[in-house]
Protein backbone atom coordinates (compact mmCIF):
# COMPACT_ATOMS: atom_id res chain seq x y z
CA UNK A 1 0.00 0.00 0.00
CA UNK A 2 0.82 3.24 -0.26
CA UNK A 3 2.17 5.49 2.90
CA UNK A 4 2.07 9.50 2.20
CA UNK A 5 4.52 11.83 4.03
CA UNK A 6 3.66 15.64 3.40
CA UNK A 7 6.34 18.27 4.30
CA UNK A 8 6.66 21.90 2.83
CA UNK A 9 4.41 23.50 5.24
CA UNK A 10 5.20 26.35 7.39
CA UNK A 11 4.00 30.26 8.29
CA UNK A 12 4.08 32.71 5.45
CA UNK A 13 2.20 36.48 4.91
CA UNK A 14 -0.52 37.17 2.48
CA UNK A 15 0.25 36.96 -1.33
CA UNK A 16 3.38 34.72 -0.24
CA UNK A 17 4.04 30.87 -1.79
CA UNK A 18 4.66 27.69 -0.53
CA UNK A 19 4.93 24.18 -2.16
CA UNK A 20 3.91 21.43 -0.14
CA UNK A 21 5.44 17.99 -1.31
CA UNK A 22 3.88 14.13 -0.60
CA UNK A 23 6.36 11.54 -0.71
CA UNK A 24 4.78 8.25 -0.95
CA UNK A 25 6.42 5.40 0.81
CA UNK A 26 5.64 1.27 0.37
CA UNK A 27 4.72 1.10 -3.33
CA UNK A 28 4.57 3.60 -6.42
CA UNK A 29 2.03 5.73 -6.87
CA UNK A 30 2.11 4.82 -10.53
CA UNK A 31 -1.66 3.54 -10.46
CA UNK A 32 -2.95 6.23 -7.88
CA UNK A 33 -5.01 9.16 -8.15
CA UNK A 34 -3.56 11.55 -5.42
CA UNK A 35 -5.20 14.36 -3.99
CA UNK A 36 -4.71 16.86 -1.87
CA UNK A 37 -7.27 18.05 1.46
CA UNK A 38 -7.32 20.62 4.15
CA UNK A 39 -9.01 21.10 7.75
CA UNK A 40 -8.77 24.01 9.33
CA UNK A 41 -9.58 23.84 13.00
CA UNK A 42 -12.98 23.12 13.94
CA UNK A 43 -14.08 22.81 10.37
CA UNK A 44 -14.14 19.54 8.10
CA UNK A 45 -11.81 18.17 5.95
CA UNK A 46 -12.20 20.03 2.41
CA UNK A 47 -10.97 18.85 -1.16
CA UNK A 48 -8.53 20.82 -2.68
CA UNK A 49 -6.95 19.42 -5.70
CA UNK A 50 -6.33 15.88 -7.46
CA UNK A 51 -4.49 14.64 -10.07
CA UNK A 52 -4.79 11.63 -11.96
CA UNK A 53 -2.05 8.60 -12.18
CA UNK A 54 -0.75 9.84 -15.48
CA UNK A 55 -0.73 13.67 -14.30
CA UNK A 56 -2.93 14.46 -17.39
CA UNK A 57 -6.37 15.88 -15.43
CA UNK A 58 -6.65 18.05 -12.80
CA UNK A 59 -9.50 18.92 -10.53
CA UNK A 60 -9.73 21.96 -7.99
CA UNK A 61 -11.69 23.32 -5.29
CA UNK A 62 -12.95 26.53 -6.21
CA UNK A 63 -11.55 28.34 -3.50
CA UNK A 64 -8.08 27.72 -5.29
CA UNK A 65 -8.78 27.94 -8.97
CA UNK A 66 -5.88 29.92 -10.42
CA UNK A 67 -3.80 29.59 -7.70
CA UNK A 68 -2.67 26.32 -6.85
CA UNK A 69 -1.12 23.59 -9.07
CA UNK A 70 -1.48 19.98 -8.51
CA UNK A 71 1.71 17.74 -10.05
CA UNK A 72 3.23 14.73 -9.91
CA UNK A 73 6.19 12.96 -10.68
CA UNK A 74 5.58 9.01 -10.58
CA UNK A 75 9.48 8.46 -11.04
CA UNK A 76 10.50 10.54 -7.52
CA UNK A 77 7.16 9.23 -6.19
CA UNK A 78 5.86 12.58 -5.37
CA UNK A 79 3.47 14.83 -5.43
CA UNK A 80 3.34 18.51 -4.73
CA UNK A 81 0.58 21.40 -4.21
CA UNK A 82 1.98 24.75 -5.22
CA UNK A 83 -0.06 27.54 -3.79
CA UNK A 84 0.53 31.19 -4.84
CA UNK A 85 -1.23 34.24 -3.78
CA UNK A 86 -2.04 32.54 -0.22
CA UNK A 87 -4.49 34.03 1.70
CA UNK A 88 -5.18 33.94 5.60
CA UNK A 89 -8.60 31.68 4.74
CA UNK A 90 -5.85 29.04 3.56
CA UNK A 91 -4.70 28.74 7.11
CA UNK A 92 -5.11 24.53 7.57
CA UNK A 93 -3.45 21.33 8.13
CA UNK A 94 -2.84 20.17 4.51
CA UNK A 95 -3.40 16.65 3.86
CA UNK A 96 -1.84 13.86 0.87
CA UNK A 97 -4.01 11.00 -0.21
CA UNK A 98 -4.16 8.19 -2.54
CA UNK A 99 -6.69 5.81 -3.96
CA UNK A 100 -5.69 3.69 -6.58
CA UNK A 101 -7.90 3.77 -10.09
CA UNK A 102 -7.36 6.56 -13.14
CA UNK A 103 -10.59 9.07 -12.15
CA UNK A 104 -9.76 11.94 -9.52
CA UNK A 105 -12.56 12.37 -7.06
CA UNK A 106 -13.08 15.60 -4.66
CA UNK A 107 -14.73 13.00 -1.42
CA UNK A 108 -12.37 12.70 1.21
CA UNK A 109 -14.21 9.12 1.71
CA UNK A 110 -13.11 8.16 -1.30
CA UNK A 111 -9.61 8.16 -0.56
CA UNK A 112 -7.94 4.91 1.04
CA UNK A 113 -4.52 6.18 2.27
CA UNK A 114 -3.70 9.13 4.38
CA UNK A 115 -0.36 11.26 5.37
CA UNK A 116 -0.05 12.72 8.57
CA UNK A 117 -0.59 16.28 7.37
CA UNK A 118 1.80 19.50 7.33
CA UNK A 119 0.49 22.66 9.00
CA UNK A 120 0.09 25.83 6.64
CA UNK A 121 -0.40 29.36 8.48
CA UNK A 122 -0.95 32.37 6.45
CA UNK A 123 -0.93 35.40 8.42
CA UNK A 124 -2.55 38.80 6.85
Known amino acids: QVQPVESGGGLVQAGGSLRLSCAASGRTISGYVMGWFRQAPGKERDFVAAISWSGGSTSYADSVKGRFTISRDNAKNTVYLQMNSLKPEDTAVYYC?????????????????WGQGTQVTVSA
Open 97 to 113: AARPGVVTYSSANSYDY
